[in-house]
């Protein structure tokens, strides 16, 4: 080759090198200064491409989510690998499709490990297609609200039947219909019996003794006039025989008690005999509601708790009452326990028969934290929930739930805190974000995606349940109520005693076999507070409003243990004059934050004993607790 022609070749390859130099500058030059955008669906966030149009799946306009390429300086993260929305372990390094035709959408990087493995960021615009409604995480009262089916019923205690006892025909009916009103002295038939005629004609042939001083003709009076009241003979109706002495063919018979007649057994011309149920009389002064209650809300429910009830026909207006008795056993086939509610039914607008609604709230504790139940998403091995972080982010917090509480709303024990904002709606599409996430990070990095899970759910975890603090003590330990009636019930957690109220005090077993049970009914009283003065050694009827009395257990003081030292008792402790409210115990003077009654010495009241030993267990009870 001669020199002219090797000094035009290398002049040819040096242009072509300038041109390709200056097309891949241009290239560079129009790629940083137009970052390629891609476009998601909203219903299905696995559609990823790099062009505006429709979605293949619902038909619904792709919108543009983030930006491929661009400088670090921008402040636009970098693409670290790509992953499948369907096979949570398949991954590239280079956009495509995965195994099973599906977009592989890309993973970013920048931010923590903890943050790239479980929290989701989603574009503002795809968090708006989603539905992703938010709220609140507040603190309030902890209510347990209880509603149910019930029916009325008639008070079983005011049931009368009328019956004879001797043999006899009906001769006239004064009250000849069923749910006619009777009052007590009113008549309700005519009867003719040869027995009562006799021992009328045996009481006469008596009167007529001529010695009224001999001995034995007093007996004899005595005898043929117990015989008349033996047949439920009024002493009225005695009375007016002996004034007249003249016999009567028939005999009035009396209502015994007030009531309805709820069943009407006799016609006139009858024959009944003696004992026949002829009348049933009911008072609807009073009425039984039998509520239905699940196992799990029985322990919400106490003897004398204000229970309140609604009625189909009547629906402007509900009814007010209290809990009288709980029934001991529960239905095997409804799992329902009955429970008994008592109401006063001026009007008689309350009819035997009625289906009602019963609503029966307990107030658990003054302040706990609450979170809405729909926020929950529950697996059956935890409990998640998606808190809600500025610039579209979601973090999934594992959370430990207490009791339900009244408005659909959860206790929660740990994992929250008050004030942040959970996801209620939509929560469905970040949970499936949140598990493909967590699995391609554990097939990654397995070591660091356990490490960091666990700094996760400790650093989101506020609260300590005090059940696990105890179970990493070597001993094992139970609480108890200190009260020897109440000793059986051992709970796995500190407290007070739901039948007492007393602090609960941590025992060991050996401790807990010492211990004997005791204890018995101090009194009965009235479930109304307005009448809790009322003091009766027999259970019965309040003398005030006849509502049925509920017993009020004693609480004898403990059997004598180390753990049960003494608090410092003050000179005079002070409490409310009310029954109802003993459990207000203090040791300065002032007045019932319940009733607004002046608070007086315990000495002076009948339970001042036994609420003395109850403030000295509660202010002894912390020092044992550790």
């Known amino acids: ?215 034995g003709a007093a007996s004899l009076r005595e005898s043929a006039a117990a015989k008349l009241r033996f047949f439920d003979i009024s002493a009225a109706q005695i009375a007016e025989l002996e004034k007249t002495r003249v016999p009567k063919k028939t005999l009035v018979i009396n209502a015994p008690a007030a009531g309805f007649v709820t069943e009407k057994m006799i016609v006139e011309g009858q024959m009944v005999e003696a004992g026949m149920k002829l009348y049933r009389l009911a008072d609807l002064g009073i009425v039984w509601v039998y509520a239905q209650v699940y196992e799990q809300d029985l322990p919400y429910i106490q003897l004398g708790q204000e229970a309140t009830m609604s009625l189909a026909y009547l629906p402007d207006r509900r009814f007010r009452g209290r809990v009288t008795y709980i029934y001991p056993t529960v239905d095997e086939k409804t799992r329902t326990a009955r429970v008994r509610l008592e109401f006063h039914n001026p009007g008689y607008f309350l009819k035997p028969g009625m289906f009602a609604t019963a609503q029966l709230t307990a107030d658990i504790a003054p302040s706990a934290l609450l979170v809405p139940d729909s926020a929950v998403l529950r697996s059956g091995e935890k409990n998640t929930v998606f808190v809600a972080l500025p610039g579209g982010k979601f973090d999934p917090r594992t959370v430990t739930l207490g009791l339900m509480a009244e408005d659909d709303r959860d206790q929660v024990l740990s994992g929250l805190r008050e004030g942040e904002h959970v996801v209620t709606s939509g929560q469905f599409m970040l949970d499936s974000e949140s598990q493909l996430r967590e699995a391609i990070q554990k097939m990654i990095e397995p070591g660091k995606s356990s490490e960091m899970a666990g700094m996760t759910e400790t650093n989101t975890t506020n609260e300590v349940s005090p059940a696990a603090s105890k179970s990493a003590e070597p001993e094992k330990v139970v609480w108890v109520c200190p009260m020897p009636e109440h000793v059986s019930i051992e709970y796995d957690h500190p407290g007070k005693c739901p039948i007492c109220a007393m602090a609960l005090v941590p025992v060991t077993q050996s401790l807990l076999a010492k211990i004997q049970p005791g204890g018995k009914v101090l009194y009965y009283t009235c479930p109304m507070p307005e009448h809790s003065d009322v003091h009766e050694d027999k259970p019965g009827k309040c003398p005030h409003c006849g509502m049925t009395m509920i017993p009020v257990m004693e609480n004898p003081k403990p059997a004598p243990a180390p753990q049960l030292d003494s608090a410092v008792m003050p000179a005079t402790l002070y409490t409310c004059p009310m029954a109802s409210h003993a459990d207000v115990v203090t040791d300065k003077p002032g007045k019932c934050p319940k009733c607004e009654m002046e608070l007086v010495p315990t000495s002076t009241v009948p339970f001042g004993k036994t609420m003395e030993e109850k403030w000295r267990m509660k202010n002894a009870a912390p020092e044992h607790q550790h």
């Open 1 to 215: 080759m001669s020199m002219k022609t090797k000094v035009l070749f290398t002049l040819i390859v040096a242009c072509v090198a300038g041109l390709v130099t200056f097309f891949v500058g241009c290239s560079k030059s129009d790629s940083n200064a137009k970052p390629k955008t891609l476009y998601t669906c909203g219903m299905h966030p696995q559609v990823v491409q790099d062009h505006p149009g429709n979605c293949p799946i619902c038909g619904m306009k792709l919108t543009p989510i983030r930006k491929e390429g661009g400088s670090a300086a921008s402040g636009e993260k970098r693409v670290k690998y790509y992953k499948s929305t369907m096979n949570p372990g398949e991954t590239s390094q280079q956009p495509g499709k995965d195994s099973m035709g599906m977009e592989m959408v890309a993973v970013y990087e920048g931010g923590a490990a903890a943050e790239d493995m479980s929290t989701i960021t989603v574009d503002p615009v795809t968090i708006q297609n989603m539905g992703v409604r938010t709220s609140e995480v507040i603190r309030g009262p902890l209510r347990r609200t209880i509603r149910t089916v019930a029916n009325v019923d008639y008070d079983e205690t005011t049931l009368v039947d009328v019956t004879t006892k001797f043999k006899g025909w009906i001769e006239k009916l004064y009250v000849n219909a069923t749910g006619q009103l009777a009052n007590p002295g009113d008549p309700l038939f005519e009867i003719y019996s040869p027995e009562l005629y006799s021992a009328q004609v045996e009481y006469l042939l008596a009167l007529g003794q001529s010695s009224t001083n001999d001995p």
